[in-house]
């Protein structure tokens, strides 16, 4: 036996091998199902508590929110009335789809648009926040909902 296959054959010792082996259960604890859940869920808090403020009641626009959109959002190409519907409905929907993990790629992606909206036109000096937003939802566009979703069992990915 020479060196090289004493090494590799044998488990690594010291401070190293004990590090290796707890990442090695901390990856079966911390799986992908857990993170793709929590980013799920923080994700649709922000949309949905965001959605929240612009209605009253279950659905009803509220007159500031068509005031916000004719003042202070200005998107071009789009009255400030249908983007105030758009979006107030919007925040409302894919939050829910979300959480539910149904058709999780595509919700992520609606909100990563309605995110890519907000950083050009509105609030471009936001950038921080706007990257905190887009990291879960890529890691859910790319990856996927998980296992513990609505998704999962209709053999959506």
Do not use: C
Request: no cysteine; net charge neutral.
């Amino acid at each position: 036996m020479n060196s090289a296959t004493t090494m590799t054959d044998t488990p690594a010792g010291g401070i190293i091998g004990r590090w290796n082996r707890l990442a090695d259960q901390l990856q079966g604890w911390i799986s992908h199902n857990l993170i793709a859940l929590a980013a799920r869920i923080a994700i649709a808090a922000i949309f949905f508590l965001s959605a929240r403020t612009k209605v009253e009641g279950l659905l009803s626009i509220k007159d500031s929110t068509f005031l916000l959109f004719e003042e202070e959002y200005k998107l071009p190409l789009l009255p400030p009335e249908f983007a105030a519907h758009m979006a107030t409905y919007a925040e409302h929907l894919f939050p829910i789809l979300l959480v539910l993990g149904f058709f999780t790629r595509l919700s992520a992606l609606a909100l990563l648009g309605m995110t890519a909206t907000i950083q050009i036109f509105v609030y471009p000096d936001a950038w921080p926040t706007h990257l905190t937003w887009a990291v879960p939802m890529l890691y859910l566009i790319g990856r996927g909902g998980g296992a513990w979703t609505v998704d999962h069992p209709l053999g959506i990915k």
